[in-house]
């Protein structure tokens, strides 16, 4: 069974920056990973992902620019980098794994077998 712990969420001030990992146990590059946000009152959202069919990155409209998402084998770990953050970002950020085929159109649907606890981002002065 796969195990996913996402880290490094905490309060930032708008403009500024965070980076999310997320390492998993029995991680293998052919599982899809996805990071979600849920805002108190909103349903879980897409933030971004790689696609397990060929390590494409894919992003929703309103992160554009501003965040990267990458992984380190090795390190079976996922980043997601934020930077420029707005008040609009806070929220819980979970990472999610798919086994399977999932290309980068696919991977920002809520497809995923596994899914961490989530960690808190909050963006306020």
């Known amino acids: 069974q796969l195990q996913l712990v996402e880290s490094g969420g905490g309060l930032v001030q708008p403009g500024g920056s965070l980076r999310l990992s997320c390492e998993a146990s029995?991680?293998?590059?052919?599982?899809?990973i996805g990071w979600f946000r849920q805002a108190p009152g909103k349903e879980r959202e897409g933030v971004s992902c790689?696609?397990?069919?060929?390590?494409?990155?894919n992003y929703a409209d309103s992160v554009k620019g501003r965040f990267t998402v990458s992984r380190d084998n090795a390190k079976s770990t996922v980043y997601l980098q934020m930077n420029n953050l707005k008040p609009e970002d806070t929220g819980v950020y979970y990472c999610?794994?798919?086994?399977?085929?999932?290309?980068?159109?696919?991977?920002?649907?809520?497809?995923?077998?596994?899914w961490g606890q989530g960690t808190q981002v909050t963006v306020s002065s």
């Open positions: 999610g794994a798919a086994a399977g085929w999932v290309t980068a159109s696919g991977c920002l649907h809520p497809i995923y077998d596994y």
């Open positions: 029995g991680f293998t590059s052919e599982y899809a």
């Open positions: 790689i696609a397990s069919s060929d390590g494409s990155p």
